[in-house]
C-alpha cells in the first residue's frame, strides 16, 4: 500500500498553510482602485415600499452611486430564479413568484435588500445607507408557517394564495390508509424541525470588477461554475465567457454558499457603472443572520402503523415546509425529493405516504442545510420509532431490530422507491451498543440519581441518500519537474480536498502527495464544473478523478512505448514509472512528461503532454448508514443538559482517509448537537429576528461536546460507484439530532415528560420537568 495512498490515515496536506495564516479568502483580496459596498435591508417583515429618498445620502463626501430596484430594471437585470420548482399533485408547476435583486414596491422580510450604496470607504458607505429615507406601509406579517396559511392572512406574493407555494406528494395513498385501518397500533407525534441560522466562520462576499467587456468576480462558493450560469443566463442575459468567477480559500459552507444572492450581481452592476472594482464582505449581525439563506424549519405529523407483534406496516408523513420570503434556488427540492427517500429509514415497510406543503413567511428564505432534508426524514422518523417503544413498552433496541431489513436482502427496494445497495443495520446497532457500554448505563444511572441528577441513553439509526448528480470532469496533468496538477469543478469549503484528491492520485501514480496540485474555484482554469454539496465531492469527484489517472497512465504507455522503443503491450507501470516487462528499461513519469512536449514522440492522434481527463456522473445514490448512541445527564433543578457519552458506528464503505473521515463526522455531530440542544432561530409574530446576533443564538462550544468513540465498517463497499466510496460529510448532522433528543426523553421520562422540541435548551427542559408536575 502506498504511503500516501488509499485508506492511510495522514494528516490533511492543506493545514499547514492554513494554521500559519497563508490561508486567502475572499475578504483577504483587495483590488487597486476598489470602491466598497453596503446593503440597506428592511426593518419591517413585510410593508409596501412609499418612497425612497436617497437626495442627502448621494450628496455624503464618498458615495458614488446607490441603486435601487429602478436601476436594476434600467439595466434590464433578471431575478434570482428558484431551479429546482417541484411538480405538485394536479400536474401543475408550482407558483414561481419573482425574487429580486433588490426589493421592487414591497418589502417581504426583515432584511429584504432595498438599496445599495457605493462609496470610497466602507464607513462612508454605511453613512450614506443610514441617511436614506425610505417611507413604508405597514402590512400584517407571519412568520410561523401554520400562521402564514391561516384564513385571512396577507399573502407574502399575490402568486401564492393562502402563502401556499406548493403541494407534493409520494408514495401509495390507499394502502396506507387500508393498513392503517387494519393496524393494531398507531403512534402519532407531532415534531418541530427548528430553523437554523448557518453561521460559517467565514461571512460572505463579493468583489466585483470590469474591463470594459468581462466580468470578474470573486465569491465563497461551493462551486463558481453553477453561479455563473445564473449570472449569464438569468441576470445579465450575456454568454457565460463574459464572467471570470473566482472561489479561493472558504471558511465553511454547509450549503448555505450553493446559492446566488444579491450582492453577488451588485458588486458587478457597480463595477461596470463605475468603472472600478466594487468589494462587499457582509458583517455577522448586519448581513449574515439577516440574509444568508436558513436551513430546516418544517413541521412534522407523523403517524406509524403496527401490528400485534410490533412491526411496522406504513408510515404516513404530512410535512408543512418552511420556504421564506422567497423561493432560493433549491428550496422547493429539499423537503421533496431530496429527502423524502430516507423516511423509510432502515426499516421494512408495506406502504407509505409522505405529504409535503412549502409555504411562504415573512423570513430569510430557507435552502439546504448540511444534510438538505435527510436530517428532517431521519429525525421525524427516528423520533416516533422510540415513541412506538415507549408506546407498546417495547425495548426501542427490540423493535428496531424486529423491523431492520436484513443485509442479507441486500440490494433492497423500499417501498418509497429507493434501492439500498448495501448495509448491515444490525451490526450497526450491536456494535454501536457494545462500544457505548449499554451494558453499564444501569449503574450509571443510579450513580446519577444518587446526585439528583436525571440520566439518559438513546440513539438513532440512520441512513441517506446522496453522493450521486451530474458530471465531473477532472483533468490531470504530469508536469516535466514530475509534480502532478489536477483540476475539478467541485469545492473545498475545508473539507480536505486536496489531501482526499492527492491521496487517490498519489495511490494510482506510485508518487509522494506532495508532487500533487489541486486546481478548483476558478471557471478560467476548470472549464466546467457542478461543484460541491450532497456528500458528492468523492463519490463523484473522487472517481473522476481515479478515471483521469487511469486515462494518463494509458497515455503514458503509449509514450513509453515510442520512447523505450517496445510495443505498448509489453510496457508496465508502477511506482512511478514505465518500464519495458522484464527488463530494467524504465523511464519516470518526469522523463515521460518531457519526452510527451516532443511530437517526434507522440503516437499517432495524442495531443502534446502527459495528460488524462475522467468524467463521471451519476442518478445513483450511495447510502451511508450507520447507528449513533447518546447518553445525557440531567440538572432538573435547572433544565441543564450534558452530554455525557456520544458513540458512533458508520458504514461508508470504503475510506480513503481515516482522519479526513473521522474529522467530517465530528462537525457533523457537532452541528447536529447544535441544533438539538443549543440553536433557537426565533422571530416573533410581527416577523422580527429575535435571536439576530451570538448574544441571542446559540452555537456549540468545544466543551458542549465530549470525547466521541467513532468506529467504522468497510466491508460493505458501495456497489454504485467505482471506488466503492459512500459519502460522509453529512452524516453526523443527520444522525446526531434524533439520538440527543432520544436520550434526553429517556432521561426525562421518568418526570413524566413524553415530549419535547429541538432546541432542547435548559429554559425548555425546565419547563417540561415543571409542566409535567
Known sequence: MAKFGIGQPINRVEDARLLTGQGRYTADINILGQAFGHVLRSPHAHACIVDIDMRAALGMPGVLAIYTAAEIQREGLGTIQCLAPTTQPDGSVQPLPPHPVLAEGKV?????????????????????????????????????????IEPGVPPVHDEAPGNVSFRWEKGDRENTDALFADAAHIVRTRLINNRIIVAPIETRAAIGDWDGERFTLHTPSQGPHSLRRQLANDIFHMPEEAFHLVTPDVGGAFGMKIFLYAEQVLVLLAARELGRPVKWVAER?????????????QVNNVELALDGDGRFLALRVNNYANMGAYLSNFAPYIPTDCGVLMNNG???????HVSVTGVFTNTVPVDAYRGAGRPEAIYLLERTVDAAASQLGIDPAELRRRNFIGAQEMPFTTVIGATYDSGDFDRNLEDALRRADSDGFVARKAESRARGRLRGMGFAHYIENCGSGPEETGRMRVEPDGTVTFSIGTQDNGQGHQTAYGQIIADRLGIDIAQVRVIQGDTDLVPTGMGTGGSRSLPVGGVSCDLAAGALIEKGKRIAAEVLEAAVEDIEFADGAFAIAGTDRAASLA?????????????????PGLTGEGTHGTTMYTFPNGCHVCEVEVDPETGQVTLDRYTAVDDFGKVINPELLASQVYGGIGQGVGQALHEACVYDDDGQLLSGSFMDYGLPRADDLPDIAFAYHEDAPCATNALGLKGAGE???????????????????????????????????????????
Open 108 to 148: 417581504r422580510h426583515v432584511g429584504d435588500p432595498v438599496a445599495f450604496v457605493v462609496a470610497e470607504t466602507p464607513d462612508q458607505a454605511y453613512d450614506a445607507a443610514e441617511a436614506i429615507m425610505v417611507e413604508y406601509d405597514p402590512l400584517r406579517a407571519a412568520a410561523n408557517p401554520m400562521a402564514a
Open 285 to 297: 449581525a448586519a448581513d449574515a443572520f439577516l440574509s444568508d439563506s436558513h436551513g430546516r424549519d
Open 346 to 352: 432502515v426499516y421494512r415497510f408495506q406502504a407509505m
Open 591 to 607: 522523463d515521460i512528461a518531457r519526452a510527451a512536449s516532443d511530437p517526434a514522440n507522440l503516437p499517432e492522434g495524442d495531443e
Open 731 to 773: 452524516a453526523g448532522a443527520v444522525a446526531a439530532p434524533p439520538a440527543v433528543m432520544n436520550a434526553l426523553l429517556d432521561a426525562l421520562s421518568e418526570r413524566g415528560v413524553t415530549a419535547i422540541d429541538m432546541p432542547a435548551t435548559p429554559q425548555s427542559v425546565w419547563r417540561a420537568i415543571r409542566d409535567a408536575a
